[in-house]
Nanobody
C-alpha cells in the first residue's frame, strides 16, 4: 500500500508564496519520478512540474521561473515552492509518484490540496 498526502495549500494574495508538500508512505523500495499536477474547476488536470530520481526538474511554461520542485529522498517527500503567485494559479494541486514496491512498479495520486490566489 502506497499513500500520498499533500499539505500546504491555502488562500494567498497575488504575488504571494506557498510551499506544498507531499509525503509518500508505504512499503516502498524506491521512488522513481515524482510530479505535481493541478486542476482548475471545469478544466483538465495539467502537469505543473516533474522531478526524476536524480533531482532534475522540468516545468510547464506557465510556471517557469516562479515555481520550484524538489524532493527529499531520505524522507520520501516532494515539495513545490510557489512564488509570485497569480490568480490563474488557482486550482487543486495533486502530487503523483511512480514507486517500486514488493508487488512491482505502481503509480499513485494524492488526494489534492486547494490553492486559491485572490485579493
Amino acid at each position: 500500500q502506497v499513500t500520498l498526502v499533500e499539505s500546504g495549500g491555502g488562500l494567498v494574495q497575488p504575488g504571494g508564496s506557498l510551499r506544498l508538500s507531499c509525503a509518500v508512505t508505504g512499503s516502498i523500495f524506491e521512488i522513481y519520478s515524482m510530479a505535481w499536477y493541478r486542476q482548475a474547476p471545469g478544466k483538465q488536470r495539467d502537469l505543473v512540474a516533474t522531478i526524476g530520481t536524480l533531482g532534475h526538474p522540468n516545468y510547464a511554461d506557465s510556471v517557469k521561473g516562479r515555481f520550484t520542485i524538489s524532493r527529499d529522498n531520505a524522507d520520501n517527500t516532494l515539495y513545490l515552492q510557489m512564488d509570485s503567485l497569480k490568480p490563474e494559479d488557482t486550482a487543486t494541486y495533486f502530487c503523483w509518484a511512480r514507486t517500486r514496491t514488493d508487488t512491482g512498479t505502481i503509480e499513485r495520486w494524492g488526494q489534492g490540496t486547494q490553492v486559491t490566489i485572490s485579493a
